[in-house]
């Protein structure tokens, strides 16, 4: 009997061992889909059922994190707003006329001219300027109108709108002003003597003035 008995005991330590060990903690869900946790005492605790970690959304990488947003077709250069543009004023007969303040030199007053022989009629002469002789034109003989009054408030208007300075006699230099580009008119079709001297008519404030095209004035 104690034979028997002693390896029906070892039988069972043997059955143990081989019996897998319980978890000290063991976690179950319950129908509700909270979490059942069975401690070392067999108590059961309920709490929330955690949620599987989902992976993180992997935001998307930019190519160029340092560079700026590519600009869209069309955009690629801003138009610069328009600029002012500066005028010399004077008058020519009974009309006021204009050339651009870039185009001027300087302003003279009258001095004993030079007769070059054989010179058109709107050339008046010359006069020494720092050493350089300066052809005076007429404009108002250019033109084919009639000259003011000619006295000590008339002027000589010195310009170089193709690289060689010409001085233009007028009557009065009456001024300076300034306008956009958009201001600037064609000319009149009813204007027939010397249109094809004119770039077109400027209106400034109760004002009208024939803008000249001072290459074609001045040409030969």
Do not use: W
Not at 84 to 111: N, T
Not at 126 to 139: A, E
Not at 141 to 149: D, L, N, T
């Amino acid at each position: 009997m104690d034979i028997l008995a002693a390896r029906k005991k070892a039988a069972e330590k043997a059955q143990s061992r081989d019996k897998p060990e319980k978890s000290p903690v063991e976690t179950q869900t319950g129908e509700t889909g909270e979490a059942l946790r069975t401690d070392e005492g067999g108590a059961v605790s309920a709490g929330p059922a955690q949620a599987p970690l989902a992976p993180e959304a992997a935001a998307p990488a930019a190519d160029h994190p340092l560079e700026s947003p590519e600009t869209p077709p069309g955009d690629e250069s801003v138009a610069a707003p328009a600029q002012e543009m500066e005028m010399l004023s004077f008058r020519l007969g009974g009309e006021e006329y204009a050339v651009m303040v870039d185009d001027v030199r300087e302003v003279l007053k009258l001095r004993d001219l030079t007769v070059v022989p054989n010179a058109p009629d709107y050339i008046l002469g010359v006069i020494s300027l720092r050493g350089t002789m300066l052809p005076i034109m007429d404009l108002c003989k250019r033109f084919g109108i009639e000259s003011g009054a000619r006295d000590e408030k008339s002027r000589i208007v010195v310009v170089n709108p193709d690289e060689e300075e010409v001085g233009l006699m007028v009557d009065r230099v009456t001024g300076v002003f300034k306008i956009m580009p958009d201001a600037i008119k064609p000319t009149p079709e009813n204007i027939e003597r010397g249109a094809e001297f004119l770039r077109g008519i400027v209106r400034k404030e109760d004002k009208l003035y024939i803008l000249l095209d001072l290459v074609k004035a001045v040409g030969v």
